[in-house]
């Protein structure tokens, strides 16, 4: 298994590592903004960071394509229908 690297400050596995220099490699975390040389390795699976999904919006019409919709329907069916 492969070593996860995580932030000593706040534990989170979001680290990307920079342009490694001379010193060795240097780690950036892109939580807590933590930077430097120094990470904790771990071999644990980290459970999920809990990234919040977006819901996707299309489900979500705007009620004014609902009410205009409503509106074409009527239209037809006042077309469609004969007339007395
Ligand atoms: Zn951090």
């Given amino acids: 298994m492969a070593c996860m690297r995580r932030c000593p400050q706040c ?5 990307f590592q ?3 220099g001379y010193l060795g490699a240097e780690y950036r975390c892109k939580r807590c903004g933590y930077h430097g040389a120094f990470v ?3 071999e644990e699976e980290m ?5 919040p999904e977006k819901e996707s919006p299309e489900m979500n019409v705007p009620l004014w394509i609902r009410i205009l919709a409503i509106i074409f329907l009527l239209i037809i069916i006042w077309v469609v229908l004969p007339r007395w």
């Fill in 40 to 42: 904790v390795e771990s």
């Fill in 11 to 15: 534990g989170s596995s979001d680290l």
């Fill in 18 to 20: 920079l342009a490694g």
């Fill in 47 to 51: 459970p999920h960071p809990g990234v």
